[in-house]
């Protein structure tokens, strides 16, 4: 109970019974073999350059006769628990930390004052980032090339230290190609140090991959993927099973702190950015990432609760005018025409172009899977009801599919109850075939 236990002393009082110890052995060095108390210890408890003492140490002399515990007990100015003390350290050693990346961070230079000529100079936000990242008495070298700067640095941890050495490019063109890779990264970015994307789509995933590499960075493909689920076949360096998981997806992206740090700046500075991006291709790029396309409401939808986002791509679609609403998860767009006129031209996400098309044009050539597999049934099978089509297609959705082939005049019903028939133009469609 008394280890975790100090005690402040009368100072008198404590350089007293500590001179004794040392008397009574002739110094501290023999005291220190004979007690099991460090002599340097000895020592500054002794000359008061110590004030708190472990209760443990003081009854050791209780025992060894130079002081009574009475004697003890009168001479206790204050006790502290150990834990607690050590807890007040730690809590004001995080404070000072903290207050001082407060005052380095407020050294970081607005966005305005890095933008040149409809680029982002890196280099400039860099020098001020710098005394961050030597921090913690870490070295920071740098070595400059024509078009990106090299940084060398070390991380430290319990094991010990890693060294990571890392490409900045020095300008970023906001430019069309810009502009779609930020919002697919605002979308569908990596996590922690990682920049890069996280997907499924391979179209996707080999733009994140030219661009990456296009500004200087080294490319990693890792597959995360559920133990519950079945391996797909697809190309990685790394796999990581996510335990009781379900589905997979690709990371790809390059390790590479500072320039992930750098695009969370751009985040955090994203309404002034839009206003010198090319809007249109950032929200193709941020619909590949986090939109789908609703053929039961005929509407574009960009999932998103980040309160602080949607009211800034809600600001910007309005002005757009592709804002219809938001439902708490998602911002819809019921302007087919104009959606289809501005964002769809920049679109990489092949289901998510075709399902674009087939929703704004109606074009049986874009006609998806799931409604090819009910066109394919009527046409082999005309007259069926809708439950005898949900059965035999083991199809819960059967209705409200139905509904959107009625809709955009792929098929028709009779009689009662409802009896569906392939429309004219799709009896004779020879490419209707999964």
């Known amino acids: 109970m008394d280890k975790g236990i100090l005690v402040k002393l009368d100072k008198s009082f404590q350089k007293q019974i500590f001179q004794k110890l040392i008397t009574k052995y002739g110094s501290s060095i023999l005291a220190s073999k004979e007690i099991g108390i460090p002599a340097s210890s000895i020592r500054s408890y002794k000359n008061l350059y110590s004030n708190l003492i472990s209760l443990e140490i003081l009854n050791v002399l209780i025992k060894e006769g130079l002081i009574t515990k009475r004697q003890l007990e009168l001479n206790i100015k204050e006790s502290f628990i150990k834990e607690q003390i050590i807890s007040k350290c730690l809590d004001l050693g995080r404070k000072q930390i903290k207050d001082k990346f407060k005052g380095l961070k407020k050294k970081i230079p607005p966005l305005k004052n890095i933008l040149f000529e409809s680029s982002l100079d890196v280099f400039v936000w860099f020098k001020k980032y710098l005394p961050l990242l030597q921090t913690m008495g870490r070295n920071v070298l740098i070595s400059n090339r024509k078009n990106f700067f090299t940084i060398v640095y070390k991380n430290f941890s319990k094991g010990g ?80 099973k996510i335990k009781g998981g379900n589905g997979w997806a690709i990371s790809i992206h390059s390790t590479n702190g500072v320039l992930t740090t750098f695009f969370y700046y751009l985040l955090k500075n994203i309404k002034f950015l839009l206003n010198n991006l090319n809007q249109d291709a950032f929200f193709a790029g941020l619909f590949d990432a986090e939109g789908n396309v609703s053929f039961y409401n005929k509407s574009f939808r960009w999932a ?50 075709r399902n674009t098309s087939f929703l704004c044009k109606g074009d049986k050539k874009d006609i998806p899977p799931e409604f090819k597999v009910i066109l394919l049934f009527i046409k082999n099978n005309p007259g069926k009801t809708q439950k005898e089509i949900s059965k035999a297609l083991k199809k819960s959705k059967v209705y409200s599919e139905l509904k959107i082939l009625k809709n955009f005049g792929f098929i028709f019903s009779k009689d009662y109850p409802l009896r569906f028939e392939l429309n004219k133009k799709m009896k004779n469609f020879r490419s209707l075939k999964l």
């Open 304 to 353: 998103c609760k980040d309160k602080f986002l949607v009211e800034i791509y809600s600001s910007f679609l309005k002005k757009l005018e592709l804002f219809s609403g938001y439902d708490g998860g998602c911002i819809t767009c019921y302007n087919l025409d104009l959606f289809y006129k501005r964002i769809f031209p920049y679109l990489k996400h092949p289901f998510k172009i």
């Open 161 to 240: 230290h890693k060294e990571y050495s890392v490409r900045i490019p020095n300008k970023f063109f906001l430019d069309e190609d810009f502009s779609y890779f930020f919002g697919l990264w605002c979308g569908d970015r990596a996590g922690g140090k990682r920049m890069g994307i996280c997907n499924k789509e391979e179209k996707i995933l080999e733009y994140s991959e030219v661009f990456l590499r296009k500004h200087f960075q080294k490319i990693e493909r890792i597959l995360y993927v559920g133990e519950n689920s079945i391996l797909p076949k697809v190309e990685y360096h790394k796999k990581f």
